[in-house]
């Protein structure tokens, strides 16, 4: 297939992808919650004549091509988030506080579309065709499951887009590298001694020496990590003390970490651990840090970054592909899938109007032109097509 008969065809799924996302959108699951968005993922394949499996909420699908050439693994997250829909649209969710407020209705869209257009050409495939409908990438994530499942066996590339909001739709953004930061969870608790508020020579101050421990923490970054790598520590809640006339005994404080590298996880909360444990027992208290490791970065191969960015350049033109400079260190657990295999994850642009008009991703009022959606079914169908072609070659 040609680039200008793979941006036909899926062009001609207009129709389709709109009612399926439609669908999807209207009748939103939260993570782990997924069978009804599951068993409708399974009708499309079988009407399709996919042959796929259920892995919890999750469903695998998988198309053979011609033998010969690689794997390659495709990714939609299907989960939607506790947010309710405040746009007044026709299909807006009909389930009072769930939304797909981050597009994930989309991705499914977009992935089923991708098998539409290959199960009817499958001599097109030089190689597999895995697809990836995930649960739960905005909870615990389900990336991690579904690999321990044995989804990712065999598969030499896998391939993941977010839609984005920010970008007209038309717009393809892609980075080298990392991508996404990584999540680290720190929860602190500093010990005292209580005591009446009047005589505080008798007490230690636990609220005093959390405040000691806040400030050092804001420090650790610009301090101890090179301005030219990315981090950063935020205290999003802290707890302590009965009443205002006692002193406290106990605060507990709890934060988040992220970071673009292992290297800088690991100094900052080998840091934050010094600081949190040194700072209270010089003012006679005690501290201690938990560590909970998160999503890990997502980075890119930079080759199947380059495939990526050289399709969609073709399919759309040059000057529609961006190259993002820095990382963002939100987090995505399509990392977990490029930790085991070659693969890139880029953005969609689904938006239109004035910039500053456009809601986020994770409000209420997030909506898309679904105008995007042909245009992220063909820019993956190609690079999966360059992909198999490049396997053969190499």
């Known amino acids: 297939m040609t680039n200008t008969d793979i941006l036909a065809a899926s062009r001609a799924l207009v129709p389709w992808l709109v009612e399926t996302r439609r669908h999807i959108h209207g009748w939103p699951e939260l993570g782990k919650l997924e069978t009804e968005t599951a068993a409708y993922i399974e009708s499309r394949l079988a009407v399709l004549g996919v042959p796929f499996r259920r892995i919890g909420t999750g469903v695998v699908g998988r198309l053979e091509g011609r ?26 969710s009909r389930r009072p506080g769930i939304m797909h407020a981050c597009g994930h209705d989309a991705h499914t869209a977009i992935v089923l579309g991708v098998a539409s257009l290959f199960s009817k050409r499958p001599d097109a495939l030089a190689g597999n065709l895995v697809l990836l409908f995930q649960p739960d990438e905005e909870g615990d994530g389900g990336a991690l499951p579904l690999i321990e499942a044995g989804a990712l066996e065999g598969v030499d590339h896998v391939l993941g887009l977010h839609v984005m909001p920010y970008l007209d739709v038309g717009e393809v953004e892609v980075k080298k590298g990392a991508l996404n930061g990584a999540s680290t969870s720190l929860r602190i608790v500093i010990g005292g001694r209580g005591a009446h508020g009047a005589y505080p020579e008798l007490g230690v101050d636990a609220v005093l020496i959390a405040s000691h421990v806040v400030q050092a923490l804001h420090h650790l970054v610009s301090r101890y990590i090179s301005p030219l790598d990315e981090a950063v520590i935020t205290i999003g809640t802290i707890s302590g003390g009965l009443r205002s006339n ?42 201690s840090l938990e560590a909970s490791y998160g999503y890990a970065a997502l980075v890119s191969d930079d080759r199947d970054v380059d495939i990526v960015a050289k399709v969609a350049g073709e399919l759309l033109g040059k000057d529609s592909v961006l190259w993002k400079e820095k990382p963002s260190l939100g987090v995505e657990d399509f990392s977990f899938y490029l930790k ?8 969609l642009g689904c938006g239109r109007g004035p910039k500053g008009e456009r809601a986020g991703l994770h409000s209420g009022g997030f909506t898309l032109d679904e105008e995007c959606l042909p245009i992220g079914v063909a820019v993956q169908a190609a690079a999966i097509l360059e992909l198999m072609k490049e396997g053969i070659a190499t």
């Open 67 to 92: 033998r010969g050439g690689p794997t390659v693994a495709l990714r939609a997250d299907i989960d939607a988030l506790p947010v309710e829909e405040t746009n007044d649209l026709d299909y807006r």
């Open 246 to 287: 006692i002193i406290a005994d106990e605060v507990v404080m709890t934060a988040t970490m992220r970071t673009t590298s292992e290297t800088v996880r690991d100094l900052l909360v080998d840091r934050a651990r010094a600081v949190v444990e040194g700072i209270p027992a010089s003012l006679g208290g005690k501290g």
């Open 340 to 347: 085991k295999t070659r693969g890139a994850f880029w953005h």
